[in-house]
């Protein structure tokens, strides 16, 4: 994510890659926190890391926050290999009531 200020209504694009290919993976799962009161998620789409690639159908809550998981399992327990580059994008719209801010998205591997 390049953006540090948003204004109302406008998207916000958070496009999660990996810098390098993992091999042997028998799970992987990333959790993009975000801010559910300033923001609701538009639209994803998966990258090309990994074609079972996916993302949870809503958003899911815990004690750190809001938040979508994307993930991938290996269905074999053989270990698959996760490509480095575009794991997935996500765009978010900015709620009427956002305001110019930092730090309203974490994310958690």
Same mark, same amino acid.
């Given at each position: 994510?390049?953006?540090?200020?948003?204004?109302?209504?406008?998207?916000?694009?958070?496009?999660?890659?990996?810098?390098?290919?993992?091999?042997?993976?028998?799970?992987?799962?990333?959790?993009?926190?975000?801010?559910?009161?300033?923001?609701?998620?538009?639209?994803?789409?998966?990258? @090309? =890391?990994?074609?079972?690639? !996916?993302?949870?159908? /809503? %958003? +899911?809550? &815990? $004690?750190?926050?809001?938040?979508?998981?994307?993930?991938?399992?290996?269905?074999?327990?053989?270990?698959?290999?996760? @490509? =480095?580059?575009?794991?997935? !994008?996500?765009?978010? /719209? %900015? +709620?009427? &009531? $956002?305001?110019?801010?930092?730090?309203?998205?974490?994310?958690?591997?």
């Amino acid at each position: 994510m390049n953006t540090t200020e948003v204004t109302a209504g406008e998207d916000v694009v958070v496009t999660l890659t990996l810098d390098e290919t993992l091999e042997a993976v028998t799970s992987f799962q990333v959790n993009l926190y975000y801010n559910a009161e300033l923001f609701t998620l538009q639209s994803s789409e998966n990258g @090309n =890391a990994h074609a079972n690639m !996916t993302i949870t159908d /809503a %958003a +899911k809550t &815990d $004690a750190k926050g809001t938040y979508y998981a994307v993930s991938v399992i290996d269905p074999s327990s053989t270990g698959i290999v996760v @490509n =480095a580059g575009t794991v997935y !994008t996500l765009v978010f /719209a %900015a +709620k009427e &009531d $956002a305001t110019p801010a930092q730090g309203v998205f974490a994310l958690t591997v």
